[in-house]
């Protein structure tokens, strides 16, 4: 028995080292840098910063040559001209090259019922195998937060890692959420009832946290998109405050910060914006708005809760029939509207007649939603946690610009005074826009 399994590993061994050697000999000549994003069509906040530092690569050295590694089936120049349409961002396009996977759906949640995070990650070591497999780059920046990724490109692909992380896969404050067994998207109400499982599962992202810890050490250059990532990540992955750069997400708002204030012309739209994953609790937006016509029925006439996103895949338009469905199940058809894959030019459009910004991801890493609705003068009413309460939206009396909340009926009560009262917030509306 021991003799296999010796002889196995050395059969494992030998591959990794023939790989290994196969990898550098076959990079390319010019400089390469890879860009680790299977979602690169998703056009969401992530999707812009991916975009952004393409286009900064090409600024700083213009004889690189740009991959991304993307399992979306989409042709570079249909997807450069969204890019174009949706961010404003336009390159030289023979340096920017797709590298397409097959091996996404490896790291789809829906392929994991259980033990999601580690799922996801032993899928995304199988796609980091096919990246360096199609193309082994002298540079890998992981976009998307794909950590597990960093031994193979580091050590099999002798590549240069780099990350920009936008959210810790595991934090403390999760730990804590299984502690105190609160149910939420990622806490089953089956695990958050039973002190048995809910102490299986603590040990579970225990182990988690440790292996994430170890693997979050490679990277060479860590940057992070807010002060709240960069506590999470500076404890997880044990690095120093000077290892780490907090670097915020690139917020064009040149083109927001023109739209008139007109409080009073503005209509009662509460507008949502965010792609339809389950971490942004859009259903707590339709029981919000459902609260605010409970308390106040006069306002169902007039007002109307606007959903702006996108979808990147199935699971996202299987929950935005879902949020329909819970509509119709609250009477809230009526006054809702779904805008899915809208260019940059219709959203201006809503951002111009919107009255209120609703945002309920509860930890939200930073919130480039929430820096339009304040840019174009939407009075927003954020998630107290994470980045928006660290980094955006202040309180403090003479200094605010903006509204934090946390339940249905804070975010009722906030929102309902806005509706009725919207000549008050002509103050907030300029700190926004100020700051």
């Known amino acids: 028995m021991i003799f296999w399994i010796l002889f196995f590993t050395l059969i494992a061994g030998i591959g990794l080292i023939y790989l290994a050697i196969k990898y550098r000999l076959t990079r390319p000549t010019s400089l390469a840098v890879g ?176 292996l994430y810890g170890l693997v979050g050490r490679i990277p060479s250059v860590v940057m992070v998109n807010s002060s709240w990532t960069e506590s999470h990540i500076r404890k997880i992955w044990g690095k120093k405050n000077s290892e780490i750069s907090v670097v915020f997400p690139p917020c064009d708002t040149s083109n927001l910060t023109t739209i008139p204030f007109n409080l009073e012309n503005r209509q009662n739209v509460i507008l949502s914006i965010g792609q339809f994953r389950p971490e942004k609790d859009h259903p707590l937006q339709l029981h919000v708005l459902w609260e605010i016509f409970r308390q106040h029925p006069r306002l169902r006439e007039n007002t109307r809760l606007v959903f702006v996103g996108s979808c990147r895949n199935e699971e996202d338009r299987k929950r935005v029939e879902e949020l329909k469905g819970l509509a119709e199940r ?70 605010q610009n903006g509204f934090l909340a946390s339940t249905v009926f804070e975010y009722a009560e906030q929102i309902s005074q806005i509706l009725l009262n919207r000549k008050s917030c002509a103050k907030i509306q300029q700190e926004a826009r100020k700051s």
């Open 35 to 210: 860009f680790f994003h299977p979602y690169c069509a998703a056009g969401g906040g992530g999707e812009r910063v991916l975009w952004s530092a393409i286009k900064s690569i090409q600024q700083i050295n213009p004889n690189a040559y740009c991959y991304i590694y993307t399992g979306d089936n989409v042709k570079k120049e249909e997807l450069l001209r969204k890019v174009k349409e949706n961010f404003g961002i336009v390159f030289t396009q023979e340096r920017v090259n797709l590298v397409y996977l097959s091996r996404r759906p490896w790291v789809e949640a829906s392929r994991y019922p259980m033990f999601t995070m580690i799922g996801q990650s032993f899928g995304s070591v199988l796609l980091a195998f096919e990246a360096l497999s199609k193309l082994s780059p002298h540079v890998v920046i992981d976009t998307m937060g794909y950590a597990f990724t960093y031994p193979v490109f580091r050590y099999l692909g002798g590549c240069k890692v780099g990350c920009y992380v936008h959210y810790p896969t595991i934090s403390t404050d999760m730990l804590n959420k299984v502690v105190e067994q609160r149910p939420d998207y990622n806490n089953d109400q089956r695990i958050s009832r039973s002190k048995t499982l809910s102490y299986g599962k603590y040990v579970y992202y225990q182990i988690f946290a440790y």
């Open 330 to 399: 609250l009477d809230l058809t009526k006054n809702i509207e779904f805008e899915i894959g809208i260019p940059f030019s219709k959203l201006r459009n809503w951002l111009e007649i919107s009255l209120v910004g609703i945002h309920t991801m509860w930890n939200e890493h930073f919130g480039i939603g929430i820096v339009e609705f304040m840019a174009a003068g939407v009075i927003t009413v954020a998630h107290n946690s994470g980045g928006p309460s660290w980094d955006i939206i202040k309180t403090e009396k003479n200094v």
